[in-house]
């Protein structure tokens, strides 16, 4: 067997959450590959709305094995915060959650670093979630991070006190004000907590799943246009989002993936500081906010709204090898007389192209739009393909056309239910 992948095609809040948790009751075992707690990812169902941070989204089926890779930066905080909220679903995290000893912890200190780098930065600042997720990465690459799997030798604490003490030491270039021992009062209780977990070998267990001929499929956090070597540079997140972050992630070789599904919106939006070529800084944008409901599942920030950005869609594509899309959000477009696809950049030196430039931030791009009509219809109480008005089907070919990859999947609202299958592979 092979394990399949879900990722966001642009710059996060795809509507990830959604599909994980549609497909997760076809599959043995859902696991998340990287981040962290940056993540907001929605699952709505049963008049149930739930965020979820670090736990995967098939947590609410309980058949299926929900896994935490090595890839992921874990904050035992928010760790226990979010099981601690699944508690009234009558489900079970403790039987059904395996956490990877290598995933690396987020420390309290890692979380005042985020907020005292970005301080620093002043006007050029990321936009960061402040979760702690770019210093738990650099602590990854420079060898000194603390996982998972530390937790349980003797001499933790004295690991935890010289990385903290390094900490300390760059913060005290820093004017941030905390109250550390109460942040530590509560990660150590945090962890102790975490103690109760199945903290395994996350990647003998999905290797070993896949030989059984065990389903698995990888959740991505973010999206593409975030991921640290192809996102927009340097407003990205930290780790790699896209499909190859599956395998340093969870210890699959590339021949062991399958179906790559990609989210995309059938508008785009970005949340953060950072280049976005097709935004909408009007009233339109301002009504793709409002219809939409923009706003920040993590951090609760309005996202900036635009149009669909074709050439970073097909550069997302091509870096993920996407073999079929999901387009979310379809409905939010209801109410538009007139729905614009940016086809291609034009370049401050006239050059017109549908390749992304080197460094979106220096850039001076006008998007070049091709306009559709609107389909000023409801829908969504729809569930059938062939029900679905022309106008948008018209869009969709265009779209797939262009991407040349199948759009399988259309999603006109929010609830699980809310989901139209062109092939029905999944039902
Ligand atoms: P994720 O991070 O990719 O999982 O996405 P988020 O949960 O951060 O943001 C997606 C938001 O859109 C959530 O509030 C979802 O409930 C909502 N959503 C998902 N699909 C649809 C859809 O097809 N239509 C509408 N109106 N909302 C949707
Ligand atoms: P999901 O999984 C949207 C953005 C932040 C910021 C940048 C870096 O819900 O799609 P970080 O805290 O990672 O150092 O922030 O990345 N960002 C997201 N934007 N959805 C997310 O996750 C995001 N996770 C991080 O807003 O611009
Ligand atoms: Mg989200």
Redesign the pocket.
Known sequence: MKSDVIL?LQW???????I?DYLAAKYDVVARFQGGPN??????FDNI?H?LHQVP?GVFRNNTKNVIGNGVVLDPVIFRKEIEALKNYNIEPFYNLYISKRAQLILPTHRLLDAAYEKSKGDSKIGSTLRGIGPTYQDKTARIGLRVGDIISEDFKKKYEILKSKHLNILEHHEIEYDLPSLEEDFFSALEYIKKFKLVDTDYLINQSLAARESVLAEG?Q?SMLDIDFGSYPYVTSSNTTCAGVCTGLGLAPSKIGQVFG?FKAYCTRVGEGPFPTELKDEVGEKIRK???EF???TGRPRRCGWIDLPALKYAIMINGVTQLSM?????LDTFDEINACTHYKLKNGTITDTLPFDLCVEDISPVYKSFKGWNTDI?KLNDYKSLPTELIEYTLFLEEELKVPINII????NRT?TIFKNNHFQ
């Open positions: 966001g996060g809040d795809e509507g990830k959450g959604k994980v993540a907001g990812h929605t699952l709505e709305k965020v989204s956090a999206g989210i219809e939409g409901n920040g599942a993590t979310m959000k379809v409905d939010v969504t999603s006109v609202g929010p809310q």
